[in-house]
């Protein structure tokens, strides 16, 4: 079941690219998202980083073994295997790319874990109400263009006492930003399709949480520990953003383009991790 959007068509077409290909899979093998590092050390290496990103998850899921627990934007299902792996909880995941679908399902087959995943969209999510101890998303929700309604579907979902853990980024009001910030965070935006990264200012999603109905527990800004990530990027990818820009393709080559301009702005860009539960 998935309902397929402009939004939705546009998020696919860009996860389909051939930088978004050979980055994910090469690079980050097959892992979407940023690594966690520890105060004062950042020479582990990037594999080693992501694991890490996915125990600090785990960490503030804080479920008993058992427990349900959603995957909102599963990717290829590392962080469900990490997860279910490390708490014994009982996976499930959803994701709007075929292939990521695909993979996980051969995984979870390889691995012999029980975990489910289909292909839908997290604003329509085909589960009953209170399916859930657990939701989590993992640098997803910044895509959907309605964020207040896929706050609502995860309430739904969730049982009472349940628990919402979200990884997002922030940054501040298009109004606080320079011309330039503005011009290069509306390029990575449009690029990567995140349709509420400008909106994403800081305090917005505590808020939208709130108002879905959620008890917030905690935000934290963990953006010293993932920048040793951006600047692995940034070096990685230096060189060929510099002629990316005098090309005119700074768009196309969005990732780049990302890892290159946020270790620049790292000073305004936020990295965040939100905690609440559904009364």
């Known amino acids: 079941i998935t309902v397929m959007t402009k939004t939705n068509s546009d998020i696919i077409s860009y996860y389909h690219t051939f930088e978004s290909r050979m980055g ?12 966690y590092y520890a105060a004062d050390n950042d020479s582990i290496t990037l594999s080693e980083a992501t694991l890490n990103m996915m125990e600090q998850v785990a960490i503030r899921l804080n479920l008993p073994q058992g427990s349900k627990v959603l995957d909102a934007g599963c ?13 014994k909880y009982l996976m499930s995941g959803i994701d709007i790319l075929d292939f990521n679908i695909d993979r996980a399902t051969k995984k979870a087959k390889e691995l012999k874990i029980p975990a489910d995943f289909l292909l839908a969209s ?7 109400d209170k399916s859930f101890d657990g939701v989590y998303t993992l640098e997803t929700l910044v895509h959907a263009e309605n964020a207040n309604l896929v706050l609502k579907e995860f309430y739904r979902v969730l049982k009472s006492g349940g628990r ?27 690029g990567s399709v995140m349709r509420s990264f400008l ?11 709130k108002k879905a109905g959620f008890i917030l527990e905690s ?21 060929p953003y510099q002629i990316f820009r005098i090309l005119g393709l700074r768009k196309k080559f969005v990732n780049t383009t990302s890892g290159v301009e946020l270790y620049r702005y790292r000073d305004v860009f936020r990295y965040n991790a939100y905690i609440a539960h559904k009364p």
């Not at 990717?75 to 708490?87: D, H, I, L, P």
């Open 75 to 87: 990717g290829e299902g590392a962080t469900a295997f990490y997860v279910a792996k490390t708490r």
């Open 199 to 209: 909106s994403f200012n800081y305090g917005v999603l505590p808020n939208k949480i």
């Open 122 to 128: 997290y604003d329509n999510l085909p589960f009953k």
């Open 24 to 35: 994910y899979q090469h690079v980050l093998n097959g892992v979407k998202h940023f690594g």
């Open 164 to 190: 919402l853990v979200l990884f997002e980024y922030s940054i501040p009001k298009i109004e606080d930003l320079d011309k330039r910030q503005r011009h290069i965070f509306k390029i990575i935006a449009d």
């Open 219 to 239: 935000s934290e800004d963990l953006t010293e520990r993932m920048i040793p990530s951006l600047k692995r990027f940034y070096r990685l990818g230096l060189i």
